[in-house]
T-cell receptor, first 113, second 111 residues
Framework: DAGVTQSPTHLIKTRGQQVTLRCSPK?????VSWYQQALGQGPQFIFQ???????QRGNFPDRFSGHQFPNYSSELNVNALLLGDSALYLC????????????FGSGTRLTVV | QKEVEQDPGPLSVPEGAIVSLNCTYS??????FMWYRQYSRKGPELLMY????GNKEDGRFTAQVDKSSKYISLFIRDSQPSDSATYLC???????????FGKGTHLIIQP
């Protein structure tokens, strides 16, 4: 299956620490977006990467940063973790013009203690 | 007012019933509309993807978009217990933008 893969699946961090989450897009997709989903809420857009650059950003502070590599895979970095950063972090891939929609991975569940 | 409104439910219906799920939105610039199904502790799974107004059918699922009313719907025919999940509507202006999601409707199909 050439779907979106995310790692790790679960992570526990201490307040103030830094974390890096990873995503490999669906085969053939060149655009990667990251979302934060709190319990009982819909996903919230963090940012989108295309051609290794951040193209759009949602309402998230600079503590959230990312990177896209030449093979289209991506990382999400969160610095100075807060308890409120505990959530399911989802990666979605698509084409630049999303002709077949946005495909999501299973997510990384981050718990900050 | 949130950009996308969706009743969180729960919505409980008997097996075999027709299910109707809805979202309203306020941003007339949205052009692409999606419905996702999300099981507990899993990532969202794309069910339907439509562009602009109109209907789209895929198996037991039908998606409707009415841009004039800023209203989208998902119908599920012959509902099954395996359809029990949270259903999220999502929409976007164009490819460079992030998706805007509703809160999700928790659907329960009773055997």
């Amino acid at each position: 299956d050439a779907g979106v893969t995310q790692s790790p699946t679960h992570l526990i961090k201490t307040r103030g620490q830094q974390v890096t989450l990873r995503c490999s897009p669906k085969s053939g997709h060149d655009t990667v977006s990251w979302y934060q989903q709190a319990l009982g809420q819909g996903p919230q857009f963090i940012f989108q990467y295309y051609e290794e650059e951040e193209r759009q950003r949602g309402n998230f502070p600079d503590r959230f940063s990312g990177h896209q590599f030449p093979n289209y895979s991506s990382e999400l970095n969160v610095n100075a973790l807060l308890l409120g950063d505990s959530a399911l972090y989802l990666c979605a891939s698509s084409l630049r013009v999303p002709g077949d929609g946005y495909t999501f991975g299973s997510g990384t569940r981050l718990t900050v203690v | 007012q949130k950009e996308v409104e969706q009743d969180p439910g729960p919505l409980s219906v008997p097996e075999g019933a027709i299910v109707s799920l809805n979202c309203t939105y306020s941003n007339s610039a949205f052009q692409y509309f999606m419905w996702y199904r999300q099981y507990s502790r899993k990532g969202p799974e794309l069910l339907m993807y439509t562009y602009s107004s109109g209907n789209k059918e895929d198996g037991r699922f039908t998606a409707q978009v009415d841009k004039s009313s800023k209203y989208i719907s998902l119908f599920i025919r012959d509902s099954q217990p395996s359809d029990s999940a949270t259903y999220l509507c999502a929409m976007v202006r164009g490819g460079a933008d992030g998706l805007t999601f509703g809160k999700g409707t928790h659907l329960i199909i009773q055997p």
